[in-house]
């Protein structure tokens, strides 16, 4: 494959990726005999997963694991699992973070790529998306079968193929080339990345990737690493912007570094979206006829999707038209070991068209780290002005033992406001904006 050593920074030798090739090979096979003898085993769904100390985002991280590791659970807490990470360590990991494992197979199967370049697809069909290529003689478990497609491990996510380009054979024979081809992928670094035609900032830019994305790693050339999109394509991305580790065996010793940006996260936070008012309480009422409790469950719905999206655990103090009392918020907020509290609220003033824009609101000053950080958001990527961070005396703020915050996102009684507020444009703006403040508070707390 033409790799030079000295090009690279986070390569494991050959012999380390042959011998790893066969534990993946053994657990994948020692897992299924498991699976069916232990039920109270789950498999990690995050990239790394942290394992802490006790249940709770603030708890202390005391390991890591990685996506597709097994877990023993021994016992559920605040909808976290205490786990047996080995023989003397036992930690807690989010339950939301992990499944039941279900892949299961009676006898390990394997095949060998017969096409020269064959699609991998998320679904048995060829017009099911593409999830990658695999070339001829490429190795795979396969772990279903199912009419005309095999059902395979694919960079550590269920995959398919057709059967047509894949030849069973008894066990895999050359560990290193399904190995190059297969389980080692290219981690973009902390900013979003350009990928390129070529292996130089003077060819063109084909698309961007995420931080802390993986790409498939095809080959290296000079300081370039050539990779494999969702999409199919191939393109190209700077080695000192990105690092390339084999997928099943991120060492958590040498990229502590990395790995803590990627699992000290808002994954791990259990969020409780409170939309303000309800039933018989209206809130705000615009001239125009909208409600503030409808305004604000419209919102909160695209929040929690949102932040679903983003792996959070996300509870609502309501998710219809009805009346939950102010104490009862903060109740079930402590009742849910949640780890922050999110109000939301749309304003009128006494006066017409004397106040317009966002506010946020604390209590604590310890909530003002949280507040500034959602703020900033709100101001600089929100359609309305912003009137900064505010000390409010709100009961769901002041008797609250989470963190907590409560926004006005508009004033009802202000008529530029009154035509943006009621749109899903205007709140699927703030509501990125919120979780663009909570993806970087959590993952620059600690
Ligand atoms: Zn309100």
């Known amino acids: 494959m033409g790799i030079s050593e000295s090009s690279i920074h986070n390569y494991l030798p050959k012999k380390n990726i042959f011998l790893f090739l066969i534990f993946i090979l053994l657990s994948l096979t020692v897992a299924s005999s498991i699976v069916l003898a232990n039920e109270n085993r789950v498999i990690v769904k995050a990239s790394v997963l942290n394992v802490r100390m006790g249940p709770g985002l603030s708890y202390d991280v005391m390991t890591q694991v990685n996506e597709d590791q097994r877990l023993n659970v021994l016992d559920e807490e605040n909808q976290w699992y205490k786990v047996r990470i080995s023989d003397d360590e036992i930690g807690w990991v989010a339950s ?90 290219v981690t973009i670094g902390e900013a979003t990345t350009n990928i390129r035609t070529g292996p130089s900032t003077e060819n063109e830019v084909i698309t961007t990737a995420s931080p802390g994305q993986q790409l498939i790693y095809l080959d290296t050339e000079k300081e370039w690493y050539k990779v494999q999109l969702e999409d199919g394509r191939t393109g190209y991305v700077a080695d000192w912007v990105s690092s390339l580790t084999n997928v099943e065996t991120v060492n958590v010793e040498e990229t502590t570094e990395a790995i803590s940006r990627a699992a000290t996260n808002l994954s791990e936070a259990t969020i409780m979206i409170d939309a303000g008012h309800g039933g018989k309480d209206p809130g705000a009422v615009s001239e125009t006829g909208f409600y503030e409790k409808d305004v604000a469950l419209s919102t909160a719905k695209l929040l929690q999707k949102r932040l679903q999206d983003a792996g959070a655990n996300v509870m609502m103090t309501r998710s219809d038209d009805t009346f939950i009392s102010l104490n009862d918020r903060v109740y079930l907020t402590s009742k849910a070991s949640a780890d922050a509290f999110i109000s939301l609220h749309y304003d009128a003033m006494e006066i017409e068209n004397s106040m317009s824009g966002t506010t946020t609101y604390y209590y604590a000053d310890s909530e003002l780290n949280l507040a500034e950080t959602i703020n900033r958001y709100l101001k600089d990527n929100g359609p309305l002005s912003n009137n900064g961070v505010r000390y409010g005396n709100y009961y769901v703020l002041r008797n609250n033992p989470t963190p907590s915050i409560l926004l006005e996102l508009g004033y009802l009684n202000n008529d530029l406001d009154i035509s943006m507020v009621n749109t899903q444009s205007y709140q699927t703006t703030v509501v990125e904006a919120i979780y663009q403040g909570l993806r970087e508070y959590y993952s620059s707390a600690q």
């Open 96 to 185: 939301w973070l992990v499944e039941n494992d279900e892949i299961s197979t009676e006898n390990q199967r394997y095949g060998k790529v017969t096409g020269t370049e064959v699609n991998i697809r998320q679904y048995a069909g060829t017009d099911s998306q593409i999830m990658g290529t695999v070339y001829e003689n490429t190795e795979l478990s396969i772990l279903y079968e199912e009419q005309d497609w095999y059902q395979i491990l694919y960079m550590g996510k269920v995959a398919w193929i057709s059967k047509q380009f894949v030849e069973l054979i008894d066990a895999p024979a050359s560990q290193a080339s399904s190995a190059e081809t297969s389980t080692q992928s």
